[in-house]
Nanobody, 122 residues
Framework: QVQLVESGGGLVQAGGSLRLSCAAS????????MGWFRQDPGKEREFVAA???????SYAGSVKGRFTISRDNAKNTVYLQMNSLKPEDTAVYYC????????????????WGQGTQVTVSS
């Protein structure tokens, strides 16, 4: 499995931007599909965005057009650029990895980071 470490979370005003990073260990990073999920206390973890090993992307409807997922295989890193942030985007954001195609269901992912808090004030 691959080890994942997220960074880049913080406090931002509504309408602002943040870029999350997820650094992965291991030499097979380019073979993994990578996903971003988020979770509020008391709620289920929800899909945000994913990118396949070949660069195909998928987004949740609530973030499409505002968030962009990308990856740099040379740096073993996946990014989530978040623009036009809203208070409802407040959550702990998690990076996840899996072999095979991208998927929106958390249980399909085999490796998870520790999460990074994103707070959007109104």
């Amino acid at each position: 499995q691959v080890q994942l470490v997220e960074s880049g979370g913080g406090l931002v005003q509504a309408g602002g931007s943040l870029r999350l990073s997820c650094a992965a260990s291991g030499r097979t990073f380019s073979s993994y599909a990578m996903g971003w999920f988020r979770q509020d206390p008391g709620k289920e973890r929800e899909f945000v965005a994913a990118i396949s090993s070949g660069g195909t992307t998928s987004y949740a409807g609530s973030v499409k057009g505002r968030f962009t997922i990308s990856r740099d295989n040379a740096k073993n890193t996946v990014y989530l650029q978040m623009n036009s942030l809203k208070p409802e985007d407040t959550a702990v954001y998690y990076c996840a990895a899996k072999y095979g195609p991208i998927w929106t269901i958390p249980k399909e992912y085999t490796s998870w980071g520790q999460g990074t808090q994103v707070t959007v004030s109104s």
